[in-house]
Every structure is written in structure tokens, then in C-alpha cells.
């Protein structure tokens, strides 16, 4: 059965600190890696990853994947109050044929709480 | 573009009732994919719709059914609702069962 840690949990840091949030995961026929942030409502989209060691970077947070060593790990740097939110990493699994179905394994989240 | 909608946002339903949720993907997405969120177990798989058949289902009680019709809107439904299936349930749609999925803001169902 796949599965996908991540860790920490939950993470309190200051304005201005930079923070790293690690998933690792286990599935059959990997495809990609996502990484999702919820705040009060529905996941919106960060990253996928899908090579080995690219490099994804959006202003203040990028996101590496590391297929050999099966984790990737995701980067807020000068973080601030709105960061604070639920981290999601998911990855999806080819299925038969090579079609990607449309199924998402989650981990448990990370609850990143930056304060001012 | 429209994101995915899905209604109705809160429900409030005792034990034994049955429910019904529904969600819009976006435009000419035809993928539809169901969530269940709980604090306990987090966002877990329920089914995948794709051009009206069902493709993939996650491992849940035959209570939890769904559909897709011609336009890709889909529902779900759960049928003798038990005190555990007090949930956000979240729909995610993308163009062909790739990713990303882009979710919409859930339901959230309460059960007393």
C-alpha cells in the first residue's frame, strides 16, 4: 500500500525564519510528488515534481525531490504570518498502461505557524 | 475560469439519514476525484470519476457511492450515515486523471 510520511508535524517559527518540511514516501509506480498548502478551505497547488533532483522555485518557496532516496523536501524562506497554514505532500501512482489515475496519497500534513 | 465548485458547504445530518454532495469541475476538466478529510486519518481517497465511469475507489464501505454525468459534474453519496463519517469532504478535478488536481472548498457534513 503506498504511503508518505511527513515531518515535523506541527512547527512554530518566527517572521523571517526559514523553514524545511520533509515527506518521504513509499508507492508502487511513482509518477510525482505535490505539494499542497490548506488554510481554511481547499488544498491549492504548489509544486509536482516528478525527475529526481529538479529544483522547483516559486518566489519564496522551492521544493526538491530525490527519487533514489524516495523524499522530497519543501523550502519557505523569510517566511511570514500568511505562510502559516496546513503543508501538504501527496504523490500519485501510475496505473495500468501507464495511466495516471486520478488518485492522491496524502501525508498527515504539516502545521506551520509563523508568528509576528 | 471557474475553480471546482461544490455544494452545498455545510450539511448537517443525524445518524442513519443519507446524503448527497455534488461538485462542478472546471471547465473542460474531466476528471473527477473525491476526498474524505478528518483530523484523525487526514485527506484519504474515495473514488475517481472519469468520462462517466468509475476508474479508481479507495478503500471505503459500499455506503459511499458516486456518479459522474455527461457534463463531468459528479456527485456523491452516503447512504445510513454513521457518527464517523462527520468529515470535510473535498472534491479535486483535472483534465485527464493527471495532476495537479485543483480542489474545491469541501463540504462539510456533520453527523448527530
Known amino acids: ?116 | 475560469k471557474a475553480g471546482v465548485t461544490q455544494t452545498p458547504r455545510y450539511l448537517i445530518k443525524t445518524r442513519g439519514q443519507q446524503v448527497t454532495l455534488s461538485c462542478s469541475p472546471i471547465s473542460g476538466h474531466r476528471s473527477v476525484s473525491w476526498y474524505q478529510q478528518t483530523p484523525g486519518q487526514g485527506l484519504q481517497f474515495l473514488f475517481e470519476y472519469f468520462s462517466e465511469t468509475q476508474r479508481n475507489k479507495g478503500n471505503f464501505p459500499g455506503r459511499f457511492s458516486g456518479r459522474q454525468f455527461s457534463n463531468s459534474r459528479s456527485e456523491m453519496n452516503v447512504s445510513t450515515l454513521e457518527l464517523g463519517d462527520s468529515a470535510l469532504y473535498l472534491c479535486a478535478s483535472s483534465l485527464f486523471g493527471g495532476q495537479p488536481q485543483h480542489f474545491g472548498d469541501g463540504t462539510r457534513l456533520s453527523i448527530l
Not at chain 1, 28 to 34: D, V
Not at chain 1, 38 to 63: C, D, N, V, Y
Not at chain 1, 70 to 91: E, H, K, M, R
Open chain 1, 1 to 116: 500500500e503506498d504511503k508518505v510520511v511527513q515531518s515535523p508535524l506541527s512547527l512554530v517559527v518566527h517572521e523571517g525564519d526559514t523553514v524545511t518540511l520533509n515527506c518521504s514516501y513509499e508507492v508502487t509506480n511513482f509518477r510525482s510528488l505535490l505539494w499542497y498548502k490548506q488554510e481554511k478551505k481547499a488544498p491549492t497547488f504548489l509544486f509536482m515534481l516528478t525527475s529526481s533532483g529538479i529544483e522547483k522555485k516559486s518566489g519564496r518557496l522551492s521544493s526538491i525531490l530525490d527519487k533514489k532516496e524516495l523524499f522530497s523536501i519543501l523550502n519557505i524562506t523569510a517566511t511570514q504570518t500568511g505562510d502559516s497554514a496546513i503543508y501538504l505532500c501527496a504523490v500519485s501512482a501510475s496505473g495500468a498502461g501507464g495511466t495516471s489515475y486520478g488518485k492522491l496519497t496524502f501525508g498527515q500534513g504539516t502545521i506551520l505557524t509563523v508568528h509576528p
